[in-house]
């Protein structure tokens, strides 16, 4: 499959789901943006996975935004950059939003009381560091 194809059955992929679901192309943007996010942090749920989320609707960004490029390129209907730039604003606001304060919605690790007041020494431990003295 060349480039041209695959821009071109993105694009018509893309045209019918705005004639099924009546959304208009922002409102795309922006759902598939948080819908992708969710699914990479739900599948991620350790260190690095809010980073990894925001990552991947990014790329997924940029790269819907490329092949746009090229249809346009195709049909000679460049759009000027300041659209393709609403479009990747519009899918990463949310998922930017969600990045910045998700280290305020990872829950706390619970915290034993072992943990807060250390090892404990038994008497048998003092005696043999004494007698080690």
Known sequence: MTLIELASLFEARKVSIIEVTGLDK????????MALFLLVRLAWRGRGGWAAAWLAVLVMACGGEWLD?????????????????????NTMFWPTVLLIVGRWLQPKEKVTDAEISGPKI????AEGSLEQA
Do not use: R
Not at 27 to 32: G, Q
Not at 69 to 74: C, D, H, Q, T
């Open 122 to 125: 038994s008497g048998e431990d």
């Open 26 to 33: 922002d409102a795309l943007h922006v759902y598939f943006g």
């Open 69 to 89: 490029l090229n249809v346009e390129a195709n049909h000679a209907t460049i759009q000027p950059d300041a659209e393709h730039w609403h479009d990747i604003w």
